[in-house]
């Protein structure tokens, strides 16, 4: 199965994307850091809902996400 990693509703149109703290192969857990959003200057950061291997990103380092949007996707078993 797959895991979306999503953009939490933060209570504004958009944040940037300022660092991913792991890279695509590597493993995860839940409740690790995957990235940090900016959010004029404080940050936030999103954790793993879920244990298994980060496939993807799909936002980088300076894109502007918004509330809901994917930014990457955790392979939580053998599809």
């Given at each position: 199965m797959r895991e979306p990693i999503i953009v939490p509703d933060l209570g504004v149109a958009d944040v940037v994307l300022s660092v991913w703290y792991v890279k695509p192969g590597?493993?995860?857990?839940?409740?690790?850091?995957?990235?940090?959003?900016?959010?004029?200057?404080?940050?936030?950061?999103?954790?793993?809902?879920?244990?298994?291997?980060?496939?993807?990103?799909?936002?980088v380092p300076g894109d502007r996400v918004r509330s809901g949007q994917v930014v990457g996707c955790i392979k939580t078993s053998v599809d």
């Open positions: 590597e493993e995860v857990f839940r409740g690790d850091r995957l990235v940090e959003l900016l959010l004029g200057s404080a940050t936030f950061d999103v954790t793993a809902t879920a244990a298994g291997i980060l496939t993807e990103h799909d936002a």
